[in-house]
């Protein structure tokens, strides 16, 4: 899908469903609100859990009476693989990881100049935002306030602009995010995100996605 396209990125039934399951994701991986320190560059955090994340990290599974009985066995499995992949990204996320967002600069014969900025990418759970954050920029924006997350994976190239195409391998290229928000005078802007491999690529799409349907059950409404 282009990025002309009209879609409503986090309508998605399962994703809508995961949220339910959820409740509060971070509550279930045993991050409290305002956790995560200002380093904004831990990748792995599992050495260095708390008592109380390790008994988190070790709930039961739920009962069959917990189970939506609405729900087929596959739709019951994919609500689950979501509740992992979100409660994983969002301990992750919640004490910052390393990133390359792509720094689109002024017109140089004839075309944008790009620059590969290293950056922290951290989500502040108490606040419900994203905060990407490396040497002469930060950008913050409130998770309801995301509304598309294109990749060049799923929606080709020509949903991103050529000179940030132009300065990539092609091994980076399905790697690459663009992630579409609005800013806080209701202008529409975007960001461009390369992950470090496709597993994390797919978690982050697929979180920000739910946490983006949690945030907008909230009562935070962009349009």
Excluded at 129 to 147: E, F, K, Q
């Amino acid at each position: 899908m282009g990025a002309s396209a009209t879609r409503c990125w986090c309508a998605d039934e399962q994703a809508a469903c995961a949220v339910d399951l959820l409740a509060r994701p971070w509550a279930a991986v045993g991050v409290e609100h305002g956790d995560g320190g200002d380093d904004g560059c831990a990748a792995a955090v599992s050495s260095t859990a708390t008592p109380k994340q390790k008994v988190a990290d070790k709930r039961e599974a739920p009962r069959a009476s917990e189970l939506d009985p609405e729900l087929t066995e596959e739709e019951e499995a994919e609500k689950r693989r979501l509740q992992l992949v979100v409660t994983t990204f969002v301990r992750k996320a919640s004490r910052g990881y390393q990133s390359t967002l792509f720094k689109q600069g002024g017109i140089a014969s004839g075309e944008a100049s790009v620059e590969r900025v290293p950056v922290a990418v951290r989500f502040d759970m108490s606040a419900l935002g994203m905060t990407i954050y490396g040497s002469g920029l930060s950008v913050t924006c409130p998770l309801a306030s995301v509304s598309d997350v294109y990749s060049v994976q799923d929606d080709g190239e020509g949903a991103f602009p050529k000179s940030i195409i132009g300065v990539l391998e092609e091994e980076e290229l399905p790697l690459l995010l663009r992630v579409y928000y609005y800013s806080a005078d209701k202008r529409k802007d975007s960001i461009f995100l390369l992950e470090e491999n496709a597993e994390a690529r797919d978690a982050f799409r697929e979180s920000l996605r739910v946490l983006c349907i949690y945030a907008k059950s909230g009562g935070a409404e962009f349009t």
